[in-house]
C-alpha cells in the first residue's frame, strides 16, 4: 500500500485539501479586491496593466480567475485545473510584455507569486500533498557516496557546495537584478542594510563547514550518526571499540564479501563446536577437523 494513502494520513491530507482551499479563497478575494482598486484608481491600472485595456482582460479574467478560485476553494477540482492554468499562462504573458516594453512590471510580478502560489494549492488539492521528492532532481538529488577516500570526499563536498551557493547566491540573483531593471522595479536600499546583509552572509558561511564535518564524521563512525550505514554502502569495523566509542585502530573497510566470508566462518564454527559436542575427542588426543 502506497504510504501516502494509509489511515494515518488521512486527516494529514484532508487538513492539506483545506489548506489548498483557502488560499484559493484568499486568491479570489484578493483578485475581486484588485480589478475594484483597478477600476477606481487609474494609478493601480498603470502599474499593473501598463498600455493594456483593463476592460479587454476583465472580461476573460474576472470569470476564469476571480470566479475559478472562488470554485476551486468550493472544492470543485475541475475549477482548480483553470484557475490554476489561466494564472500560470497570464503570468508567462506579464512577463513577456512587461520585458518587451518596460511596462506593468509590478502586475507581472504579482502574478508570478499568484501562479506559484495556485499550483502548489493545486497540488494539494489535487495531491493531497506537495511531491517534494520529485523536487530535488539531478545535482540537488540525495545518494550515497560512491567513494570513502577522504581526498576526494572533500572534493565532491566542494564542488557541492560551490555549485549549489554558486546558484543561489550568484546566477539567480543576477537574473532577478536583471528583471528589476528591465520592468523599473529597481529600488536602492541604504548602504547600512547593505552591510548588515553582506555581514549576515559571512556569518552564515561558517555553516559551509557542515558539509566537510559530515562526511568526516560519517568516514569515522558511519554507526555513530542516527541513519547509519544504508544497506549496500561500505561499513567501518571497529575491532577494539573504546569507552569513549572511538575505535583502537584505524576503521577499515568491510564490504558486503568480508561480512558474507565472516558469517560463513561462524557458521563453520558452529558446525565444528556441535561435531565436537557429539563426538567428544578421546583423552590427550586432537579434537576432530572433519570438515572444511
Not at 50 to 75: E, H, K, T, Y
Not at 99 to 104: L, P, Q, R
Request: positive net charge; hydrophobic residues 50%; aromatic residues 8%.
Amino acid at each position: 500500500m502506497n504510504r501516502h494513502l494509509t489511515e494515518a494520513n488521512k486527516p494529514k491530507k484532508r487538513l492539506r485539501i483545506f489548506h489548498g482551499r483557502m488560499y484559493f479563497a484568499l486568491q479570489a478575494l484578493a483578485g475581486a479586491a484588485w480589478w475594484l482598486a483597478t477600476a477606481l484608481m487609474p494609478t493601480v491600472a498603470d502599474a499593473t496593466l501598463g498600455g493594456i485595456n483593463p476592460l479587454l482582460i476583465a472580461i476573460v479574467d474576472i470569470p476564469l480567475f476571480v470566479i475559478g478560485s472562488a470554485l476551486a476553494a468550493l472544492n470543485f477540482r475541475w475549477a482548480v485545473w483553470i484557475a490554476t492554468g489561466w494564472t500560470v499562462l497570464v503570468a508567462l504573458v506579464m512577463v513577456i510584455y512587461a520585458t518587451a516594453t518596460t511596462e506593468a512590471g509590478l502586475g507581472a510580478v504579482l502574478m508570478i507569486f499568484a501562479a506559484i502560489g495556485s499550483v502548489f494549492a493545486g497540488v494539494l488539492m489535487l495531491l493531497g500533498r506537495i511531491p517534494t521528492e520529485k523536487l530535488l532532481v539531478g545535482p540537488f538529488a540525495f545518494h550515497s557516496s560512491h567513494t570513502r577516500v577522504r581526498s576526494r570526499v572533500l572534493v565532491h563536498t566542494t564542488i557541492q557546495i560551490v555549485v549549489f551557493w554558486g546558484i543561489f547566491l550568484v546566477i539567480i540573483p543576477v537574473i532577478i537584478k536583471a528583471f528589476e531593471d528591465r520592468w523599473n522595479l529597481a529600488y536602492k536600499f541604504p548602504i547600512l542594510l547593505v552591510v548588515v546583509g553582506f555581514a549576515l552572509l559571512a556569518l552564515s558561511s561558517v555553516g559551509v563547514w557542515s558539509g566537510p564535518s559530515d562526511r568526516e564524521l560519517r568516514l569515522r563512525h558511519p554507526a555513530a550518526l542516527p541513519d547509519g550505514p544504508s544497506p549496500g554502502q561500505s561499513r567501518t569495523l571497529c575491532v577494539r571499540p573504546q569507552p569513549d566509542g572511538h575505535c583502537g585502530h584505524r576503521p577499515g573497510r568491510v564490504d558486503g564479501s568480508a561480512h558474507r566470508f565472516v558469517a560463513r566462518r561462524r557458521v563453520r564454527t558452529h558446525r565444528l563446536a556441535a561435531v565436537e559436542l557429539a563426538h567428544p575427542p578421546p583423552r590427550g588426543g586432537r579434537p576432530h577437523r572433519t570438515l572444511r
